[in-house]
Each structure stands twice: as structure tokens, then as C-alpha cells.
């Protein structure tokens, strides 16, 4: 098993009240009810944030860092998500809101849009060294799709493209730039990731593919939306902030990465089921053509993550409308060839799956328990009611088999094995008046 790890997705006790609607909504199969109350089992979270969606109790919810973490630093930087142009609607440039940051009491802005330029060229580039038995690549840019896989698909792990992250791309870049321009240490400057979703808080504290993270904290769309909201003029802004071309801002909405990197040949899905659906074809060879693939957690893209204020759809637009004035040039054109050698764009660390579904380290104890688990799901109904506490009538047997859960937490064998005592106490009965 994996060691326990930071999570964004939390769950408030107090809140829950023991329904089944994120049970059968998570994708890896990591929550079960006990005792009338979810509990979230560690190792399979993905912190993919679907149970916050579906909660209608809001006893889900995702920790972030709070706005007044950026005073731990005497330098701010604010790494806004091409996602958070998206919030704000009839933007005339992308500069209305990193001066609105700006406002706000950040010391610089740099566009995790402008980051995402970067990593496009730096992934063509990259794939020019692939072959084609190595097709499909598979994006690394949501870390949510990326845990899955380490979970359910480990056989794909081969197939994620060996980049860093936008978000960390970005970092690297303003916090170098900025301590050059002011002559100041790094370790006086922060940069703070202002994320739509919780799978990004998730992975600045426990990253993928490198031992530390260069973003130092990320703060919700949510918290920051009001305060921001304060401070952007209505009118556009007389600075020219932004640095980024039209396919950056894309990469907000579902489709903006493989129309970046990979027009042809590409495949863009959003939403975690669909996701699903298509890892399983290229798992099983169904999909020998397709060159790229670029899976979000999320509907629609990062613009539909659980920490948005704004509807998905029209943020979509919004992200649409908003690109049509921004710099049209592609990133091959538009990025210095001397960011792909400057900055340590690859990954270094090694993605490894995540062994959670194993049943034991020993091979003949995990057959063993595998064939008692196969045994003990064949004498359950089938219903994947859920009313077990349990996700699906497989995974309530894995629980038994793993010490979890008894056969009589099935309510459906306890109603059999009532009425089977109810006629025996009635034979009893009629034995002892006779």
C-alpha cells in the first residue's frame, strides 16, 4: 500500500447524513457508509472532487490555503488559472484581471496560460522522440486523471507524457524572473496557485513526477472570486499584462490542450466517467489510431472544476469569446526556444502505480483471497443498492474479505436470514403447545 498522503477533498461529519449519493459516484470506489456516516478511504481518493459535486448535505469539501497564507512570504506572486478568466463575464483582455490582482495586494502575476504555452512546445517537442508503439500519449496536465490511472489503469502509466504541470511550469518561471528583476532570494517570494479544483491542491502538497512541488500554495476560485470581483475595472485595463497566446487561455475549456498539441489524431474527453470509458478502449487496444489524449476530470474542462463560481457552460463561452482577442500565434511560434533548456520542464520522479486494489503481498494469499472474494459475490444478490454501505455488490465482498464488513450488513441476506428464524420461532411454537 501506498503511505497516507495529503488530501484536499475532506469530509464534515456533523454534515453527513449517511446517503448513498457519493458512494455511487466515485470513480475509484473510495467512500463507504459506516455507522450511518461516509468515510473516505485514503489510498483510493483521487481528490477528483465528484463527491463534493453530488453532495447535497455539502459535507464534502475541499481544503485549501487560505488568501492570508501569501503574508508568509515577503514577495506574493499570483498564478491565476486560465480557468478564472472564465468567472468573469464580457472581459475585454485577460490583463483586466492580473491587474485586479495586482489590486488586490500581490507584488506580480504570471499566467499559468503562459505556462501552458510553454508546456505545449516543450510536449511537440517531446513527442518527436516518441514512437509510435508508444501511442496513444496521455496528458499529465489534470492529476486527477493521472491518480486514476496510477489506480485503475497502471498498465497506462507508460503512456502519460513525461511533462510537468502547467501550474508548475509557471512557478518556476515567475519565481525565477521575478528574484532577477528585483534582485531578491527565492526564498523571500511565494507563488500561490489560484485552482478551480481540489485535484490541484492535492498535488502541490504531495506532487507527481517530482519530490516537491514550486508552487508554494493554492487558494480557492471560490474565496478569491468576491475580493477579485472588487477590484477589476469595468473598462479595459491600460496595462498590457498578459503574456499569453489564445491556445494557453484554451487550455481552460475540455479540447484546448489537444487542439494545442495535437491537432490530428487527438482525442479530448471530459467529465471522469467518460474518461473512464476511453481509458478502458485504450487499455484494451480499441483505439490504435488515436496519437494524443487529453482526459479531464471535470465537465467541460477546468472551467467546470468544483471550486468555480461561475456556471461551466458559461464560462466555456466566456473562455471562447475571450480568446478570439488574444494573441493568435501558436506557441511554437510564440515561445523562446531557451525556456526548453533553461527550466526543468520533464518530470524526474518515476509514476508508479498505486497498489491499493492488491488483496495481499504474498501471491498465493492474494489468490486465495481472491477466490473467497469471487465465492462470497456470488452468493450476494447483485442489486449494487448500496444500502450495505458499499459501493457495488464486488466491492462489499472485497470489504468482507479484507475484515471490513460481514455478510449480515447486506440487507437483503439479513432479510432472508430473518425469515428464515421468524419460521423456525413459528415451528418452535407450534412444537412446544403440542
Known amino acids: 500500500m501506498e503511505d497516507k498522503r495529503f488530501h484536499s477533498v475532506r469530509l464534515d461529519k456533523d454534515k453527513c447524513r449517511g446517503c448513498t449519493n457519493c458512494l455511487k459516484r466515485c470513480p475509484t470506489e473510495a ?3 459506516r455507522g450511518g456516516r461516509a468515510h473516505i478511504i485514503d489510498e483510493r481518493c483521487i481528490d477528483c472532487g465528484e463527491c463534493i459535486r453530488v453532495c447535497e448535505f455539502h459535507a464534502k469539501y475541499a481544503q485549501t490555503d487560505p488568501l492570508a497564507t501569501i503574508n508568509r512570504f515577503k514577495y506574493k506572486i499570483a498564478l491565476p488559472a486560465p480557468s478564472l478568466y472564465g468567472q468573469f463575464k464580457k472581459l475585454a483582455s485577460a490583463s483586466q484581471i492580473l491587474e485586479g490582482l495586482l489590486r488586490m495586494g500581490f507584488d506580480d502575476v504570471f499566467e499559468v496560460a503562459a505556462g501552458a504555452d510553454i508546456v505545449t512546445r516543450a510536449i511537440r517537442e517531446r513527442m518527436r522522440n516518441i514512437t509510435p508503439d508508444q501511442y ?31 501550474m508548475e511550469v509557471a512557478a518556476m518561471v515567475a519565481k525565477r524572473e ?25 498535488a502541490i502538497r504531495n506532487p507527481i513526477g517530482q519530490e516537491t512541488s514550486a508552487v508554494d500554495g493554492a487558494i ?18 491600460a496595462l498590457n499584462l498578459s503574456r499569453a497566446t489564445a491556445y494557453g487561455v484554451g487550455w481552460a475549456n475540455n479540447g484546448g490542450e489537444a487542439a494545442a498539441v495535437c491537432p490530428e489524431n487527438s482525442m479530448a474527453v471530459d467529465g471522469i466517467e467518460n474518461v473512464i470509458h476511453v481509458l478502458e478502449e485504450i487499455e484494451n487496444n480499441k483505439l490504435r489510431d488515436l496519437v494524443f489524449f487529453e482526459g479531464a476530470a ?52 518515476k509514476i508508479t502505480p498505486n497498489s491499493v486494489m492488491k488483496l495481499d503481498d504474498d501471491i498465493a494469499e492474494a489468490m486465495r483471497k481472491m477466490e473467497e472474494m469471487e465465492a462470497i459475490e456470488k452468493s450476494l444478490p ?22 471490513h464488513a460481514s455478510k449480515m450488513d447486506c440487507i437483503h441476506i439479513m432479510k432472508d436470514q430473518l425469515k428464515i428464524m421468524a419460521q423456525k420461532m413459528v415451528e418452535l411454537a407450534k412444537t412446544t403447545r403440542e
Do not use: W
Not at 220 to 237: C, Q, R, T, V, W
Not at 303 to 308: K, R
Open 31 to 33: 467512500i463507504r457508509v
Open 136 to 166: 496513444p500519449i496521455i496528458s499529465s496536465a489534470c492529476p486527477a486523471i493521472t491518480r486514476l490511472i496510477q489506480v485503475r489503469f497502471p498498465e497506462l502509466i507508460s503512456h502519460i507524457i513525461d511533462m510537468r504541470q502547467p
Open 178 to 202: 521575478f528574484c532577477q528583476k528585483r534582485g531578491v532570494s527565492e526564498n523571500e517570494v511565494g507563488c500561490f496557485f489560484i485552482t478551480p479544483c481540489a485535484a490541484k491542491m492535492t
Open 220 to 237: 480557492s476560485m471560490l474565496e478569491i472570486y468576491g475580493l477579485l470581483a472588487g477590484h477589476i475595472k469595468n473598462y479595459p485595463s
Open 298 to 349: 471535470c465537465t467541460g474542462g477546468c472551467v467546470g472544476g468544483p471550486l468555480t463560481f461561475e456556471n461551466g457552460y458559461i464560462a466555456r463561452n466566456a473562455i471562447r469569446t475571450l480568446i478570439k482577442g488574444a494573441d493568435l500565434r501558436h506557441p511554437d511560434e510564440a515561445v523562446k526556444a531557451s525556456y526548453l533548456t533553461k527550466y526543468p520542464l520533464q518530470t524526474t520522479k
Open 382 to 403: 447483485g442489486y449494487d443498492c448500496g444500502s450495505c454501505g458499499s459501493p457495488t455488490c464486488r466491492t462489499f465482498a472485497e470489504d468482507i474479505v479484507r475484515g
